[in-house]
Every structure is written in C-alpha cells, then in structure tokens.
T-cell receptor, first 115, second 113 residues
Framework: DGGITQSPKYLFRKEGQNVTLSCEQN?????MYWYRQDPGQGLRLIYY???????QKGDIAEGYSVSREKKESFPLTVTSAQKNPTAFYLC??????????????FGPGTRLTVT | AQSVTQLGSHVSVSEGALVLLRCNYS??????LFWYVQYPNQGLQLLLK??????LVKGINGFEAEFKKSETSFHLTKPSAHMSDAAEYFC???????????FGTGTRLQVFP
C-alpha cells in the first residue's frame, strides 16, 4: 500500500531545542517537499528536493534544515533559530516533470508545539 | 510568475445546495491546475487536476471543475452539498520549471443542515 508517512502525529518541545520531523514515501517519487501551515494561511514551502543528495530552499527556509540521503526519506529539522516553530508541518512527494506528472501527494502531517 | 487567487476565505451552503468555490490563476504558460481538500488535522487529498486535456474535469466525491482560459479561472463545483463536504479547499497551479505547486490561501466550506 503506497503512500507517505509522517511521524509523529503530535510533537511537543521546549523552546531552544532542535527537533526532527520524519517523512518517508514508498511511491518511488523523485521529488519531495516540506510545507508549513498556520491557521488561516495557505501552505508555505520550506524546502524541496528533486533528487537524492540535492535540495533547494523554499520561501521560508530560515531556521530549518533538511537532508536527502535516500530517495524514500526527507527529514526536516526545526532548529532553535526558528523564531515561531509552532505549526502544522506537511510533507509531500511527486514524480518529476520528466514523467509528466506534477500533482503532489501529501502525508498526514505533524503538529509541532513549542513552549 | 504563477499565482493563484481564491475568492472568499469562507463559504457557507445548506445541505443539498450548489457548491461553488472560486479560483483564478495567472500563468505565462498553459498551466496545470489542481484542487485539494483538507479535513481537520489531516494532510491534503487531491480532488482533481487539469492537465490540458478536457476543460471540464471530474474528480472524486462528485466534484468537478472547469478550466476557462479566457477568464483564467478554474472554479470548483458540486451540484448538491453533503455534510461530509465541510473542509478546507485549496487551488494550486504548477510551476513547470521547478516542479513546485503554488497554492491559494484556501476556502473553508461550511455545510449547514
């Protein structure tokens, strides 16, 4: 059963701590994305990766870091430098334009609360 | 650069009434367009997509959308609302150079009995 998994569903951290959010996909997709969602706002792109060992900053990359060591995995680290980290984080994946497929498939999300 | 505008952050309808959620886009090239639905505390689910084939696109749960190039619109409709349609809906346009999707700010649909 193919899909995207994110863990954990809910995460609580103290201010000043780094935290890593997991994202795994078994869809054999080349591209993966991280979004942040705040109440009343749309999705804002944090980072994206079109191929293993390569990634690009999105619109709000400051205070975040990623890695893409494996095609299936794209973990996101929220660092202590992120000034307002409490949010709902969504991971997505897509086949590349080479395969003429642009739609993104989303995981269930991780709600991060920092106090 | 591509952009998406969703008119109306909140839409309320009665059960059984027509659902109309508006989306206008700007794109310098023929776009790929998408509608997603999000239920509370869940990820986004693809409702339907337009990829330059038929201009009237049918999706899941009885939804459909019509691509109108002259109006740069891709409005989402459903003839008869159901209570289970209450959710947030996002319109998105593809950036073909980067594989990114550009999302609108979303429309929350409420359905009253």
């Amino acid at each position: 059963d193919g899909g995207i998994t994110q863990s954990p569903k809910y995460l609580f951290r103290k201010e000043g701590q780094n935290v890593t959010l997991s994202c795994e996909q078994n869809l054999n997709h080349d591209a993966m994305y991280w979004y942040r969602q705040d109440p009343g706002q749309g999705l804002r792109l944090i980072y994206y990766s079109q191929i293993v060992n390569d990634f690009q900053k999105g619109d709000i990359a400051e205070g975040y870091s990623v890695s893409r060591e494996k095609k299936e995995s794209f973990p996101l680290t929220v660092t202590s430098a992120q000034k307002n980290p409490t949010a709902f984080y969504l991971c997505a994946s897509s086949a590349t334009r080479r395969r003429r497929s642009y739609e993104q498939y989303f995981g269930p999300g991780t709600r991060l609360t920092v106090t | 650069a591509q952009s998406v505008t969703q008119l109306g952050s909140h839409v309320s309808v009665s059960e059984g009434a027509l659902v109309l959620l508006r989306c206008n886009y700007s794109s310098s090239v023929p776009p790929y367009l998408f509608w997603y639905v999000q239920y509370p505390n869940q990820g986004l689910q693809l409702l339907l997509k337009y990829t330059s084939a038929a201009t009237l696109v049918k999706g899941i749960n009885g939804f459909e959308a019509e691509f109108k190039k002259s109006e740069t619109s891709f409005h989402l409709t459903k003839p008869s609302a159901h209570m289970s349609d209450a959710a947030e809906y996002f319109c998105a346009v593809s950036d073909r150079d980067t594989d990114k999707l550009i999302f609108g700010t979303g429309t929350r649909l409420q359905v009253f009995p």
